[in-house]
């Protein structure tokens, strides 16, 4: 299971990066339609009465047409591409228009089908289209427009740029929005629901559970979760890269650490959860001021309640999910993070300061 959401996840990392190229492709679309905007005013500036007077012009703008469709086929080519669909299992549901219109990179712009003929060039007029695109312009109210006859349904599709490219940006804008809502639906159904709160709040505790033997079944023995639930979303937080696997012949599961701001922001912690927390940390931080007063090498013996430490050590000691975590560097961790213990953790001014101040509350 771990594997296969591993692929998945990769696949919608890379396919982030690929949406990113893709736009840079619908950039090309309108650069190419700011020029055919700009000439269509040079038009209008001039003294002629209509568009197919102004050779130089017409002639421009099919260029930029001719350009401005290879850039769409680039998009197109993309969009109904193996690795889209693996996401977005019918992504040209969304480009209804776009799929009409292409007839005009795939019969004339990308190469001529008069060059380079298919099967289905019979059921279009080849030789009009060919014209249409050089020396045979046609134009309405002062516009260019493309069209291609369907021989057999005796019908045209056209194409009128200075009209249409809003349609055409319109209907790209909601196929990313489509792709995208794909890529992080997941994400957003799992990341917000009851079980991956829960796992969180486990984790985030520096309790550690295992997938191996019966170890995962001692969490899930006090919650109505299903085990094949719970491990799907452990994969998840894996590929996410909330967790990490520790200790690999257990399967042991813990927080990154880098994540822990990102689970505040979320609100995934509950309070009694960050308040077991603190105590936890003001816990480890007495028993290095213990250490210290006494002399001690090793602060896990005060830690452990030997020297009147009175809280139960069962936050630490999980000897039911067996041994081999030294769950407890990470409250030693983010006491240094916070400026209460030095780099080889000890005790700073302020982390002295602050059991001092404790002492005197508790008078």
Known sequence: MEEDKKQLFEAKQKMKENIIQAKYMVDGLTYHFSNI??????????????????????????????????????????????????????????????SKIIVFRMKQTAHRASDDPRNDDKNYNIEALDQ????????????VIFDIYLTEKRESISFEPIKEHNKVIQEINGFFEKLDSKIYE??????????????????????????????????????????????????????????????????????KRNMLIEFEKRNLIKNETKQLVLENKKRVLEAIYIAE???????????????????????????????????????????????????????????????????????
Request: proline share 1%; aromatic share 14%; net charge negative.
């Open 37 to 98: 905007e700009g000439l269509y005013s040079s038009f209008k500036k001039s003294n002629s009465e209509y568009l197919i007077d102004c050779e130089e012009i017409t002639r421009a703008i099919k260029h930029e047409v001719v350009a401005y469709l290879n850039r769409l086929g680039q998009f197109y080519s993309f969009a109904k591409s193996q690795r889209v669909k693996n996401i977005f299992p019918n992504p040209l549901s969304e480009l209804d228009f776009i």
């Open 132 to 143: 249409r695109f050089s020396y045979g312009t046609m134009t309405i109210n002062n516009t």
């Open 186 to 255: 997941e994400d957003s159904g799992i990341l917000n629901n009851e079980l991956c709160k829960w796992l969180i709040n486990e984790l985030y505790v520096v309790m550690f559970f295992a997938e191996g033997d019966n170890r995962l079944e001692i969490l899930l023995d006090s919650n109505m979760y299903d085990e094949d639930e719970v491990r799907y979303v452990i994969a998840h937080l894996i590929t996410i890269d909330w967790i990490f696997k520790h200790n690999e012949p257990k399967q042991t599961y813990l927080l």
């Open 293 to 363: 007063e006494q002399g001690l090498i090793n602060f896990s013996f005060t830690l452990l309640g030997a020297s009147g430490l009175e809280k139960d050590s069962s936050s630490f000691i999980r000897e039911d999910l067996g041994e081999g975590i030294d769950f407890i560097a990470f409250y030693k961790e983010d006491l240094k993070d916070s400026g209460y213990l030095t780099g080889d953790y000890k005790l700073t001014e302020l982390g002295r300061n602050k059991i001092l101040l404790s002492k005197q509350d508790n008078k």
